[in-house]
């Protein structure tokens, strides 16, 4: 079982930046791709960021890109949102994502959430 508690949101200006954190609970943290989502209310969720085992590879949203930076430090089992130049239709509920092969079954684990509210 594997969970995940992101941390970091809160309400910014427009133009502003936030951190956000996602701490994983188990010791193989570090062999497994992490993402970010987000859900805006009344919206589906969608893809924002991902990044590979070693933090070799990233991968970003078109709507991001160029003002959003993923990373993680597998000594402490954590991935890093780190987001610049906010607008406010980046306003969400923002969510970490793994997924493991259980019995050969891909499992999805997401953290609770955090939110991140941009004003403008």
């Known amino acids: 079982q594997v969970q995940l508690v992101e941390s970091g949101g809160g309400l910014v200006q427009a133009g502003g930046s936030l951190r956000l954190s996602c701490a994983a609970s188990e010791h193989t943290f570090s062999s497994y791709t992490m993402r970010w989502f987000r859900q805006a209310p009344g919206k589906e969720r969608e893809f924002v960021a991902a990044i590979s085992w070693s933090g070799a590879s990233t991968y970003y949203a078109n709507s991001v890109k160029g003002r959003f930076t993923i990373s993680r430090d597998n000594a402490k089992n954590t991935v890093y949102l780190q987001m610049n130049s906010l607008k406010p239709e980046d306003t969400a509920a923002y969510y970490c994502?793994?997924?493991?092969?259980?019995?050969?079954?891909?499992?999805?684990?997401w953290g609770q959430g955090t939110q991140v509210t941009v004003s403008s």
């Open positions: 994502h793994t997924d493991r092969v259980v019995a050969g079954t891909e499992v999805d684990y």
